[in-house]
């Protein structure tokens, strides 16, 4: 049995963190279904007015899109966590020091 005081800590840390990523996921769906949404309407009002030939040349536009903000993000991402963890690899990190003085024998 785990006792009281390491159960009400615990509470007391994970509770707080627990209405907080709630409300932070509530936001998060909020968000996508609002992009849905937006995207859906868009392509409702567009499409019936196009022909085959540019419905593709819109597919190829938007997944050209797609890719670069993928790539944009995944850049934005890595550099979040080498903020809060730098790799072990610290040659991406080059940071020349240069020092003046002299050479005493």
Same mark, same amino acid.
């Given at each position: 049995?785990?006792?009281?005081?390491?159960?009400?800590?615990?509470?007391?840390? *994970?509770?707080?963190?627990? +209405?907080?990523?709630?409300?932070?996921?509530?936001?998060?769906?909020?968000?996508?279904?609002?992009?849905?949404?937006?995207?859906?309407?868009?392509?409702?009002?567009?499409?019936?007015?196009?022909?085959?030939?540019?419905?593709?040349?819109?597919?190829?536009?938007? *997944? +050209?899109?797609?890719?670069?903000?993928?790539?944009?993000?995944?850049?934005?991402?890595? +550099?979040?966590?080498?903020?809060?963890?730098?790799?072990?690899?610290?040659?991406?990190?080059?940071?020349?020091?240069?020092?003046?003085?002299?050479?005493?024998?």
């Amino acid at each position: 049995m785990i006792p009281k005081i390491f159960t009400n800590t615990l509470n007391s840390i *994970l509770n707080p963190n627990v +209405k907080e990523i709630r409300e932070a996921q509530e936001q998060a769906i909020e968000r996508i279904q609002t992009t849905l949404l937006h995207a859906e309407n868009e392509v409702a009002q567009k499409a019936p007015l196009m022909t085959e030939e540019q419905r593709l040349n819109e597919v190829e536009s938007e *997944l +050209k899109k797609t890719e670069e903000h993928l790539l944009s993000a995944l850049g934005s991402l890595f +550099k979040a966590i080498c903020y809060v963890a730098p790799p072990l690899n610290l040659r991406h990190f080059r940071q020349e020091k240069i020092i003046e003085g002299e050479v005493v024998e």
